[in-house]
């Protein structure tokens, strides 16, 4: 086998293992995996702001406000003027949240961070070298992606 066949074999190997965990995670928690994401950094303080989450995840804020709307629906947060900064919405985890949070499966984006985490450092540098150039070889560079793991709704930055 060529080097082409097996680095495209690669990439289809890390959409399947991103589909299979995106499957297992709504099936599971009843959320997707960019959701549960967003859940996970409501629940390391128990209240965040819209802005914070967007920053964190570097997507817009239109897309984390389309993301609260659909775990507020679901009862797992829950929005409230914050009383120091009436022009501050904070966005609150509620019991279903946490136990969401604490039933889930292990996120396939965490198993990667505690395998990459113990990389040399050398070896750190040339994987995101790597990724970096892959997606600059299939013109991903404008993507509004999230550091999470997810095959889910995608849109170039220029769209959000």
Do not use: C, Y
């Not at 629906?73 to 501050?88: A, C, I, N, P, Y």
Request: charged share 30%; no cysteine.
């Amino acid at each position: 086998m060529d080097r082409i066949d097996t680095s495209l074999i690669a990439l289809r190997r890390i959409l399947r293992a991103t589909e299979m965990f995106g499957r297992e995670i709504t099936q599971s928690a009843g959320v997707t995996p960019v959701q549960f994401r967003v859940l996970q950094i409501i629940g390391e303080t128990g209240q965040t702001t819209a802005k914070t989450i967007a920053q964190r995840m570097r997507v817009s804020q239109a897309t984390v406000t389309s993301l609260v709307d659909k775990l507020v629906r679901e009862g797992m947060v829950l929005r409230e003027k914050s009383t120091l900064d009436r022009r501050q919405t904070n966005i609150h985890i509620t019991p279903k949240g946490k136990k969401t949070l604490a039933d889930a499966p292990d996120p396939l984006q965490q198993r990667f961070v505690r395998k990459f985490s113990a990389m040399e450092d050398w070896e750190q540098a040339m994987l995101v070298a790597s990724l970096e150039r892959i997606a600059a070889m299939l013109d991903a560079e404008d993507i509004d992606a999230s550091p999470v793991l997810d095959t889910g709704d995608i849109k170039r930055a220029s769209e959000t």
